[in-house]
């Protein structure tokens, strides 16, 4: 029991990284969910595939020898690049696989299939043109493995910390960005109504595929995170992760911007928690338990609310 | 100022306008009448382009605006104060009003706030409440966030779905002295009421649409003193 307790700060500090990182995620889901109502079963592979974009950006520093790689900028230029590739392949799913679906007055089952045949495609696609083979992310050159720092006497890698503040300051500018700005309104007034969006002189085709872009784009910034963490990305990776997230976004009550956080906090924590005191095995077992108990009591999740949907005339 | 010329609109297979032709003219305040589903708010929708009408045309200030997208229209200068309010419930008062002058992007922040005054000026009840969510304001409240959220795009016409319905009938006579003093501020108003008595009280014309069709168009008054018109939507005998 000594030496659980001794990893424990260790446990829940790593537990707060994966927690922010599926949150990241997860934001993706509820965000799209908010404004059309649809489960974007893509963005799983959109994640991925900012993950291979990350990848790239490092390999391609290294190939260039441009000399010493500090963390300070390479991250950064990672992250941005796999954003704008994720944010744009977003906006791009959004226009060909599923407006023409729901302009089409198709209904909700529509774009979901789509997005099934989407989430496929793009996966064997990244197989095709990157290998099937995992391709392993040179962290060791960013973050060597003697960058750690001391926390409640555990010893944690900075690479750890570094994820916690750069999810958590992407959750935070979006919090501002959807909260305090003009842009910000007009997606929650998309989501609410969006009839009356509309009669407010909203672009709501603009709204929602701006919408895309932002949750795409930190679905990229995700896939960094976590290929940097794990070092291993496949053109699978997508699959597992997007589950977690999607699991995230419905514990905190999906289409709820900071229920997708506290959801991937929650699932994060309990994960780190459950391999600390169980068999590793079971970690997966304790997060969909938590989540099954949470619906049955909350079926609309933590912070999700139970809005009877409106008459549409 | 608005004129509707032969207006058909569908929703799917379903002709709910037939005909209809109206106009409006500067200063005016002008009522539309009719019974449940006789396509009342399907007209105000068409105006705004909300929906497309499948002939027709639709003039505003003698420009066609029925292919407009609603966004060009709102800027036009027509704003909507929706049949059973509709404010975004879980936004603030003054996000609600916020929303309203969505389209006028190149306002300066002073302008925009002067102007959400004037609507606090207009609905004081408003200023009081304005952190607070509009879902939690009260049925009157929400019609007056309504009415503010609408005016705060300056609309030169301001079209109004059924501003009584709902309302205790202290609130009607409020809503409707509310109606003629923006109205003499300058604002046509084209009003779709079912509460024709208190509405032609207030109007200088009146139109009655059944089954898609306008089928009667006078002066207010002699509207109010036409016996058919009294027997069918005024609620006499």
């Given at each position: ?6 990893i424990l700060?260790?446990?829940i500090?790593f537990?707060?990284a ?12 509820t965000m799209?969910y ?10 799983g592979?959109i994640f991925?595939i900012?993950a291979?974009v ?6 391609l520093l290294?190939k260039?020898?441009?000399g010493?790689l ?15 590739f994720a944010?744009?392949?977003g906006?791009?799913l959004?226009?060909?696989?599923y407006?023409?679906?729901y302009?089409?007055?198709?209904t909700r089952?529509?774009?979901?299939i ?9 996966q064997n ?7 099937a083979r995992?391709?392993?992310y040179?962290?060791s050159?960013?973050f ?6 001391q ?10 910390i570094?994820?916690?503040?750069v999810?958590g300051l992407?959750?935070?500018g979006l919090h501002?960005?959807?909260q305090?700005?003009?842009?910000g309104?007009?997606i ?6 969006r009839?009356m969006?509309t ?13 895309f ?6 679905g ?6 976590v290929g940097?963490y794990y070092?291993?990305?496949?053109f699978?990776m997508g699959?597992s992760?997007?589950?977690k997230a999607f699991t995230?976004a419905?514990l905190?009550?999906?289409g709820n911007?900071r ?10 924590l309990v994960?780190s928690l ?5 068999n590793p ?5 304790v ?5 099954i ?6 079926p ?7 809005v009877?949907?409106?008459?549409k005339? | 100022?608005l004129?509707l010329?032969d207006?058909v609109a569908?929703y799917?297979?379903i002709?709910?306008?037939k005909?209809?032709n109206?106009?409006?003219r500067a200063?005016e ?6 019974g449940?589903a006789s396509g009342?708010s399907?007209?105000m929708?068409?105006i705004?382009?909300?929906?497309r009408p499948t002939?027709?045309?639709v003039e505003?200030?003698?420009q066609?605006?029925?292919r407009l997208?609603?966004?060009t ?10 049949e ?7 936004m603030?008062?003054?996000?609600n009003l ?5 389209t006028?992007?190149k306002a300066?922040a002073g302008e925009l706030a002067?102007?959400v005054e004037r609507?606090?000026a207009?609905f004081p009840?408003?200023a009081?409440?304005?952190h607070q969510?509009?879902?939690?304001l009260s049925g009157?409240e929400q019609?007056?966030l ?8 300056r609309?030169?016409?301001?079209l ?10 202290v609130l009607?006579d ?9 109205n003499?501020?300058?604002t046509?108003i ?5 509460n024709a008595?208190?509405?032609l ?8 649409l059944?089954n898609?069709?306008?089928?009667v ?19 006499e005998?």
């Open positions: 029991m000594a030496g659980v307790l001794a700060p260790q446990q500090v537990g707060l994966l927690g922010t990182v599926y949150g990241l995620v997860a934001l993706g889901y799209v908010g404004v059309l109502f649809m489960i974007n079963f893509a963005h592979e991925m900012g291979y990350g990848w790239w950006v490092l390999a290294l260039a020898q441009v010493a500090h963390p300070a900028w390479v991250v950064p230029l990672m992250l941005l690049h796999a954003m704008l944010g744009l392949l906006v791009g959004e226009r060909f696989a407006r023409p679906l302009l089409r007055g198709a089952l529509g774009p979901l789509s997005a099934i045949g989407a989430s496929i495609f793009l696609a990244v197989m095709l043109s990157q290998g995992m391709k392993v040179m962290t050159l960013l060597p493995r003697t960058w750690r720092i926390i409640a006497g555990a010893s944690v890698s900075l690479l750890v570094v994820m916690i503040v999810a992407m959750m935070w501002l960005l959807v305090r700005t003009k842009l309104r007009s929650r007034a998309v989501a609410e109504d009839e969006a009669i407010m002189g909203v672009n709501v085709r603009r709204v929602i595929a701006v919408t872009f932002l949750g795409s784009a930190l990229g910034a995700g896939g960094v995170l940097l070092t291993q990305i496949d699978f699959y992760a997007g589950l995230a419905v905190g009550g999906i911007i229920g997708a956080m506290l959801g991937g906090l929650i699932l994060g994960e459950a391999v600390t005191f169980m095995a079971y970690k997966d077992v997060a969909f338990v938590i989540l108990v949470v619906l049955v009591f909350r609309m999740g933590l912070l999700g609310e139970n009877a949907e409106r008459e005339v | 100022m004129k010329t207006v569908h799917g297979p002709q709910v306008l005909s209809v109206l106009e409006v200063g305040i002008v009522c539309l009448l009719g449940n009342k399907t007209t929708k068409t705004l382009g909300v929906v002939a027709g045309r505003f200030e003698d066609r605006i029925d997208p609603t966004e229209i709102v800027r036009r200068g027509i704003s909507l104060v929706p059973a309010r509709r404010i975004f419930a879980r603030t008062v003054w996000e916020a929303m309203g002058a969505f006028r992007q300066p002067a102007d609507v606090y207009l009840r408003l009081e409440r304005q969510l509009g879902g939690t009157g019609q007056m309504a009415i503010g959220r609408a005016l705060m795009a609309p030169r016409l301001l109004m779905d059924e501003p009584s319905m709902g309302l205790a009938p009607v409020q809503v409707f002295d509310i109606i003629q003093s923006i003499r501020l300058g046509t084209l009003v779709v009421e079912q008595a208190v509405a009280s207030i109007a200088s014309r009146g139109y009655v059944q898609g069709r306008i089928v168009h006078d002066a207010a008054r002699a509207l109010l003193a036409a016996d058919h018109i009294r027997r069918a939507y005024l609620g005998d």
